[in-house]
């Protein structure tokens, strides 16, 4: 099967597609034929070797850790689903990988919404499955207020309308352009950046409960002093988070948190509903995949980047 892949550590023109054995489904997984699958911005931390301490990879190494497609090998001890079936999903963490590609095994899926197209669903799993954590970490709830750092990008637009859906408040800062988009999800926007406070306090003057970083731009002593302290703020892109007291949310590695796989489903059940859609920045081929880096990269992808086999 065709499949994108590096052979080094190093910059995205490191990807390329080749030929490699198919995937087998073990115990507890199917495998699918991938009709899409996502980029996330931790398939270029991977790539770029910046995780190479925390999760050990052999190379050459195929990224991707979200995707949907079509049953066609169900492991051993699976129920519930059926060769043919269309579901989307996440691959196994602890691989780190294994999405871009022709096929690709699932460790944890859903049925695939008829609500969302091929594209959709293809990125939207692994958004849905951390965006869904770090709320749970956060305790976010009917009545709460949270503001999300980085709220245009693909965790970032899946964390507010999970939230709403939650019966929160969600203030989201992106750029000024992007403020219609963040709006259009559910969240009130605002700008990010010096004075964030003082625009806060005038759009919530009872102030914010807890904060979601999603944006690892360097604001976290900002953030903190939005809330009553760095244990109200959750990050999953500052790696120095530690260093002020911020939990840093992590699905592989030594010190994960526990994976929130029901989320898949329950964003399901949302999107039938009309409650959850999965903005779509670009989608490119998998020989395209080094530029669907660069896009992630950039931090100017308004949603998700999906590859197409």
């Known amino acids: ?167 929160a408040t969600v203030i989201g800062t992106a750029s000024a352009r992007n403020h219609a988009f963040v709006a259009s999800l559910g969240a009130v926007p605002t700008t990010y950046g010096p004075g964030l406070a003082e625009r806060v306090d005038a759009l919530v003057p009872g102030g914010v409960d807890v904060v979601l970083d999603c944006a690892g731009s360097g604001s976290l002593p900002d953030l903190i002093g939005l809330v009553a302290g760095p244990d109200r703020v959750v990050s999953i892109a500052d790696i120095d988070a530690p260093a002020h007291g911020v939990h840093l949310s992590r699905g592989s590695g030594p010190g994960a948190d526990a994976p929130a796989l029901d989320g898949i489903a329950a964003a399901g059940a949302l999107a039938e509903q009309g409650r959850f859609s999965v903005p779509v920045a670009a989608v490119f081929g998998l020989e395209e995949a080094a530029a669907a880096h660069e896009l992630s990269e950039s931090r100017h992808a308004r949603g998700k980047i999906v590859l197409k086999p």
Not at 9 to 32: C, D, I, N, W
Not at 117 to 123: D, L
Not at 126 to 133: K, L, V
Not at 150 to 167: D, K, M, P
């Open 1 to 167: 099967m065709r499949a994108v892949q590096f052979s080094a550590y190093g910059p995205a023109s490191m990807l390329a597609v080749a030929e490699v054995p198919r995937p087998h489904a073990g115990p507890g997984q199917v495998r699918v034929a991938v009709r899409a699958s996502g980029v996330n911005p931790a398939d270029t931390y991977v790539r770029a070797g910046r995780f190479r301490d925390w999760i050990p990879l052999r190379l050459p190494h195929v990224p991707g850790v979200d995707a949907a497609g079509v049953v066609d090998q169900i492991g051993d001890g699976v129920t519930g689903v059926r060769v043919g079936d269309e579901v989307f999903g996440i691959t196994d963490f602890a691989e780190m990988g294994g999405a871009n590609a022709e096929y690709a095994v699932l460790a944890a899926w859903a049925p695939k919404p008829a609500a969302l197209s091929w594209e959709q669903a293809g990125g939207a799993a692994g958004n849905i499955e951390t965006a869904t954590r770090v709320l749970d970490l956060l305790r976010v709830g009917d009545g709460a207020t949270l503001l999300i750092e980085g709220a245009a990008g693909g965790v970032g637009t899946t964390a507010i309308q999970l939230a709403v859906a939650r019966g």
